[in-house]
């Protein structure tokens, strides 16, 4: 859906004055990227913040610990399986409407032991601050670059000695700077060409992509593709999945009532940048179920199968992880 | 669904003719139509594959034609059906209007260049967060009396250009709305104003 404030996002850009391009210190702002698409954000249903592998803090471990619900049998974790599994807990996000500012309207804070996180309507990337250093295991939903364990656990009762598969979990967003606390994942400082380029050579590891075909004038259709490797895409499983997808633009209105100038460049650890929502995606189902039949049936499939066998992929050894590519039609 | 679908993209023409004595007296009032150079523009900018500047991409001026007819009004329209040919069609002898030629970016294309009356940036004006209103003033001395193989003809159509989205090194301004809008024979006893909106 692409939501209202896009409406007013390119009437920002049709009613910019032609006089600034005389006054040096605000020319900048007549660029295009003022205006263009710049994060993707993951989203999923408000509870989810304080269920999944947000529940349980335990201080004296430095590790994500999530229950299973499935059978103990399975080596698998994925959130679609805990609807039915705890009661009162609602597992679909609320619906999209045009109005929408954000992925959630409802509170996504996670709350737990006497501390708390970010409220920004979508999975935020905690790991990143040091600030969070202590917490941000609960409070999600990125692992560090450098790693974290991670256990499922088949009770939360002494649940570290119902461990029935665990892992490290590393963030390729983290490794590369692509996402900052708010977890915006940028994207790549690419024209529609170059990202073509890119995408087409599987080089994900400068942000999102617009991924534009040659005939994209006739078609009007614009791709946006990126990539979210086994280490994120684990992590974000174990924190609830994902049911939305945001695609985001600059809001410059409100960089400039900061004090900021263009051009606002981003920096993952201090990102001055601040979005306004341009479209969103809402789905019924996590985007990370995995039903692998022949792969759980051997333990192996699911999270297993996603985590390349408790082997977190390297930058030669991209063969896990998901691709998105999300298409907006101007015609 | 397309972005046009979502956002319910549209517009909205008035044409009002002035008087001396500073009246003015509605002739024209009625929906126009956002044609697909909208779309090729906003996927140009948002696409990265153009210019890389905004001003590219703002709608900074407008032609008027006398070939209008409705079957034009559909959203394939690249081009007016017979825009006014010549400065001296636009500006006449004393008109006011700010009269330029440039190539023009139809269906694929880019023609052989033809004039545009440009759009002064006071005549831009956002009157709310999702709407912009182009006024387009024709003054007294403006476009009158035109005529085709030596027959009167009447303004009857008009176009909304973004200026060169494709930042081509001679400008190609490519057509995003346009309006058929019944016969207005100009003449200097009356100017025109056309005050087009369009709501995003």
């Not at chain 1, 119902?162 to 490290?168: E, V, W």
């Not at chain 2, 003015?24 to 948002?46: A, Q």
Request: charged share 15%; proline share 4%.
């Amino acid at each position: 859906m692409i939501v209202d404030q896009a409406g007013e996002i390119i009437v920002d850009f049709l009613t910019l004055s032609p006089s600034l391009s005389k006054i040096p210190s605000a020319s900048a702002l007549l660029d295009t990227s003022n205006f263009t698409f710049q994060a993707i954000s993951y989203g999923k249903d408000p509870s989810a913040f304080n269920h999944h592998a947000h529940f349980l803090y335990l201080s004296d471990y430095s590790a994500i610990v999530v229950q299973s619900y499935e059978p103990l049998s399975v080596s698998s974790y994925h959130s679609s399986a805990i609807a039915s599994a705890l009661l009162g807990y609602k597992l679909l996000p609320k619906y999209p409407d045009p109005l929408d500012k954000r992925l959630e309207k409802d509170s996504c804070r996670t709350i737990n032991s006497g501390f708390s996180g970010l409220d920004v309507g979508h999975c935020a990337n905690h790991a990143i601050k040091a600030i969070y250093s202590d917490n941000y295991r609960v409070l999600g939903c990125f692992p560090p670059s450098g790693g974290v364990d991670y256990y499922v656990v088949s009770s939360y009762d002494d649940p570290l000695s119902k461990i029935i598969y665990s892992g490290t979990l590393s963030s390729t967003y983290n490794q590369y700077g692509l996402m900052d606390v708010s977890g915006f994942l940028t994207f790549a400082p690419l024209n529609g060409a170059q990202g073509k380029a890119a995408a087409t050579a599987g080089q994900f590891t400068s942000g999102v992509l617009l991924n534009l075909p040659n005939n994209f004038s006739s078609t009007g259709r614009v791709p946006v593709a990126w990539r979210l490797d086994a280490g994120d895409a684990g992590s974000l499983l174990l924190y609830g999945g994902v049911y939305h997808l945001g695609l985001w633009c600059l809001d410059v209105k409100a960089m400039l009532a900061e004090g900021h100038k263009p051009p606002f460049a981003f920096n993952a650890l201090n990102n001055i940048r601040k979005y306004r929502l341009f479209a969103k995606k809402t789905f019924n189902k996590d985007l990370l179920y995995i039903n692998d039949g022949t792969g759980l049936a051997a333990g192996l499939g699911g999270f297993n199968t996603l985590f390349n066998n408790g082997n977190p992929p390297v930058d030669s050894d991209w063969n896990k992880y998901v691709l998105y590519q999300w298409t907006i039609r101007f015609l | 669904m397309n972005i046009f679908d979502y956002l319910n993209i549209n517009g909205h023409v008035t044409v009002h003719k002035v008087f001396d004595n500073g009246t003015e007296e509605l002739v024209y009032d009625d929906h126009n139509v956002i044609v697909s150079g909208m779309g090729v523009g906003l996927s140009c900018f948002f696409g990265l594959s153009g210019s890389n500047s905004v001003l590219d991409y703002q709608i900074d001026r407008f032609q008027l034609g006398v070939s209008g007819v409705t079957s034009n009004e559909v959203s394939t329209t690249y081009q007016l059906s017979g825009p006014l040919s010549s400065f001296s069609e636009y500006v006449g002898a004393e008109g006011e209007l700010v009269a330029v030629s440039a190539n023009q970016f139809a269906n694929s294309l880019i023609s052989q260049p033809v004039w545009y009356s440009l759009i002064p940036t006071h005549n831009i004006t956002r009157i709310n967060e999702k709407s912009v209103r182009y006024t387009l003033t024709l003054d007294k001395n403006s476009c009158n009396n035109l005529s085709r193989n030596g027959s009167d003809v009447s303004i009857n159509e008009l176009g909304l250009f973004m200026k060169n989205p494709f930042a081509f090194s001679t400008p190609a301004p490519i057509l995003v709305a346009y309006k058929v809008i019944s016969n207005i024979r100009k003449t200097n006893d009356f100017g025109l104003v056309f005050r087009w909106t369009l709501n995003f």
